[in-house]
């Protein structure tokens, strides 16, 4: 069995400031982790994927994500947030085998909002 | 032109209406998956196949019927729409990775 939790259901940055969005798994085999972003009114895109290569993992737009096996974490950060970002986030993970291989088990999503 | 479509994009239906979602994809993918998007819980998945003779039910798939007609298609099925599967429906196909590449969505609302 594979779950995601992402701490937080928004997150409020402002313009040129960190952005850190949590994303934890449970999985009982070696997983692989995804970050995917929604924009309004559009279907999901990929960010950046952990695969069992190099723990960070950078992705489009800025971001980067690090696979931290001992805290079963794949956080997602941005050192200085934009307007563009906002949107929602979505954290996922699969399995690179057993019952559960290559189907996405996703988190419930992050809000981010980026002020002025 | 798209990875992935979907049509239609926007539905209108009563209750105990039928009705069919449909998925087309050219990235060559055996997988394809339809989720439907509710606020604050995320993408559900309702059915999965694997390959044009697999159709797997996913952790919601009361209330709703898939075909699989050929690698690049599979189609959605509300055989009699209720009020609470109005809701986003994506579909999706993917590489054995787990990579999975969405069409634009469906938003569905059942009257």
């Known amino acids: 069995a594979q779950s995601v939790t992402q701490l937080g259901s928004h997150v409020s940055v402002s313009e040129g400031a960190l952005v850190l969005l949590r994303c934890n798994y449970s999985s009982s085999v070696p997983p692989y982790l995804f970050w995917y972003v929604q924009y309004p009114n559009q279907g999901l895109q990929l960010l950046l994927k952990y695969t069992s290569a190099a723990t960070l993992v950078k992705g489009i737009n800025g971001f980067e994500a690090e696979f931290k096996k001992s805290e079963t974490s794949f956080h997602l950060t941005k050192p200085s947030a934009h307007m563009s970002d906002a949107a929602e986030y979505f954290c996922?993970?699969?399995?690179?085998?057993?019952?559960?291989?290559?189907?996405?088990?996703f988190g419930q999503g992050t809000i981010l909002t980026v002020h002025p | 032109d798209a990875d992935v479509t979907q049509t239609p994009r926007n539905r209108i239906t009563k209750t105990g209406k039928r009705i069919m979602l449909e998925c087309s994809q050219t990235?060559?993918?055996?997988?394809m998956y339809w989720y439907r998007q509710d606020p604050g819980l995320g993408l559900r998945l309702i059915y999965y196949s694997f390959d044009v003779k697999d159709i797997n039910k996913g952790e919601i798939s009361d209330g709703y019927s898939v075909s699989r007609q050929a690698q690049a298609k599979f189609s959605l099925s509300l055989e009699s729409a209720i009020p609470n599967q109005t809701a986003l429906y994506f579909c999706?196909?993917?590489?054995?990775?787990?990579?999975?590449?969405f069409g634009p969505g469906t938003r569905l609302t059942v009257t």
């Open positions: 996922a993970v699969s399995s690179a085998g057993g019952t559960s291989y290559g189907k996405l088990t």
């Open positions: 999706a196909t993917s590489d054995h990775l787990g990579e999975q590449y």
């Open positions: 990235k060559g993918h055996d997988r």
